[in-house]
């Protein structure tokens, strides 16, 4: 793949930064600009969270949680993102939030950051591929005489999974085309999925978007416990904030893109915005086609399946069920590679066990094989293993899924605050191309610290009330280990003289790669 605006002298300046970091050029720069954009588009992407968590929105506060709660959620997650961009500019690197929050912080800071967005990003992963199995039941289930199991879910995701590791294998210039496919795929079903709502609905009640109703409880399938209109509001936000998610592949993937430093903060600002605006419109259109509110929110997870049989052409519907499965898979594959690219750098710098092999580059690939392949198993294993176990009426897997939202936007915060501390200082004395200014930035630093808090508020509350013990519980754990003994082992990623000294090696690994300069 070439790109004609992309000179010898860019790349070099790519190349130069990336060494001037420690680092060697082992991945393939293969990535546009809108290739950047269109992996975190994909993993966002709001046919899969914005359907599959769609009950927590029409089972809760009704059409207000679409209407109006919508755009404050995807507020809450641009607030991350617009700070997470001002970083990426300056320090384009593979796994970028590990390497923000070593480098803004210390290598306790950064080793936080890392396990945290590593466990969040391999539970999202099998989140969003049992989604898709869920999605795939309940659209195709019945003519294919396919009914949910744990056995039959396993091998679906075992599958799946597999698939979406075997074309991220294949390297970067593959899973880049699908995901720019991707891209364009989930703007044109978007907009289908929308047309089609508006023209087979009843009549448009545009009130109903902004209509606060309480369904908590019964009346809404048992979504939520019973509790206050405001609380069920507030936790309708978890809607959006979880499906405006994973726009951290930009900056995962910054070595495999061209002119980095340019490309990776709009890429991520980008699809945040895009995301927001066509998943509203997608949303509201649906809503508006709903026949009858309360009868929608008695549905509970079934919400979507149950409106659609009501009021779509049945050819319609399938035909807008199988575009959507494509691009809930693409979504999967999105995120193994951000995933794989988060273990590769960490392992890199000898963050985790096996490092040696899971940072390991594939000369004829260029990708970190062993780095994909071990993501996408852990992200297996985990559904399984947690699908087992229950604690009470609610499975593990359940309440380990609602910490992957706070562990995730843990991880984006951190290096955010330390950035708030560390600007002007010899730590961070030299920005990026992308520059919001110290005053912009600080103040969405301090948004993003507020936004942190609402997140972890509503993240802990019935019935995800576990969440606050296995997050509490993880922090006790990451103590221990890392003053028992990542403290003396660990080093971190180079930093001053070690950058200079790391000159042979980078010549060595990028010889060893084929990288030519």
């Keep these: 793949m070439t790109h004609h605006d992309y000179t010898d002298t860019d790349k070099l300046e790519d190349v130069k930064v990336l060494h001037g970091m420690g680092y060697a050029q082992e991945l393939e720069r293969r990535m546009s600009r809108f290739s950047n954009f269109a992996i975190s588009f994909s993993i966002i992407c709001i046919l899969s969270g914005g359907i599959n968590s769609l009950a927590q929105a029409t089972s809760g506060a009704g059409g207000a949680a679409i209407g109006i709660g919508w755009p404050l959620g995807c507020l809450v997650s ?3 993102a617009i700070a997470m961009a001002q970083i990426s500019s300056a320090y384009p690197t593979a796994g970028g939030l590990y390497h923000w929050g070593s480098i803004l912080g210390n290598r306790g800071t950064g080793w936080l950051t890392a396990w945290f967005n590593l466990l969040g990003l391999i539970t999202v992963l099998g989140a969003i591929n049992v989604g898709t199995y869920y999605f795939f039941i309940g659209a195709f289930g019945a003519y294919l005489g396919i009914e949910d199991s744990t056995t039959v879910r396993i091998i679906f995701l075992a ?19 699908l995901t720019d496919f991707s891209g364009y795929l989930i703007f044109v079903t978007a907009i289908a999925l929308s047309v089609v709502c508006l023209a087979v609905a009843d009549s448009y009640d545009i009130g109903r978007l902004f209509t606060f109703s309480n369904y908590s409880g019964e009346a809404g399938g048992n979504v939520w416990p019973a509790t206050s209109g405001v609380w069920v509001f507030l936790l309708g936000l978890l809607l959006p904030i979880y499906t405006i998610t994973g726009y951290d592949a930009s900056a995962h993937t910054s070595e495999e893109t061209v002119k980095a430093a340019h490309s990776v903060p709009r890429g991520m600002v980008s699809s945040v915005l895009w995301s927001a605006v066509f998943g509203y419109i997608m949303l509201c259109s649906f ?4 026949p009858d509110m309360n009868a929608a929110a008695a549905q509970g997870w079934n919400v979507f399946f149950w409106a659609m049989g009501e009021q779509v052409n049945p050819l319609v519907k399938d035909i807008l069920y199988f575009l959507i499965f494509i691009c809930q898979f693409l979504c999967g594959l999105a995120t193994v590679t951000s995933v794989s690219r988060m273990i590769f750098a960490f392992a890199r710098d000898k963050g985790l066990p096996a490092s040696s092999a899971l940072s390991r580059v594939s000369r004829q690939h260029r990708t970190p094989v062993a780095a994909i392949w071990t993501g996408s198993i852990l992200s297996v294993l985990f559904v399984w293993g947690s699908s087992l176990v229950s604690i ?13 939202v706070i562990f995730l936007f843990f991880s984006f ?3 955010i605050a330390l950035g708030f501390f560390a600007w002007g200082t010899p730590k961070w004395n030299k920005m990026g191309p992308w520059n919001l200014g110290e005053g912009t930035f600080k103040l969405f630093a301090v948004l993003s610290a507020l936004a942190m808090a609402l997140i972890f508020i509503i993240g802990i509350q019935p019935p995800n009330e576990w969440a606050l013990y296995i997050t509490v519980g993880f922090l006790i754990v990451t103590a221990i280990v890392w003053y028992g003994f990542e403290k003396r082992r660990f080093r971190g990623p180079p930093i001053g003289d070690e950058v200079a000294r790391r000159a042979a090696e980078i010549a060595a690994a990028e010889k060893a790669v084929g990288e030519r300069a």
């Design 392 to 404: 009470g009426e609610t499975p593990v897997y359940t309440i380990v899924v609602s910490c992957t």
């Design 287 to 290: 809503v508006l086609m709903i």
């Design 159 to 177: 599958i799946l999974t597999g698939l979406q590791a075997l074309i991220n294998h294949m390297g970067i210039g593959l899973t880049a085309k």
């Design 413 to 415: 915060a951190i290096p």
């Design 78 to 80: 641009a607030v991350f």
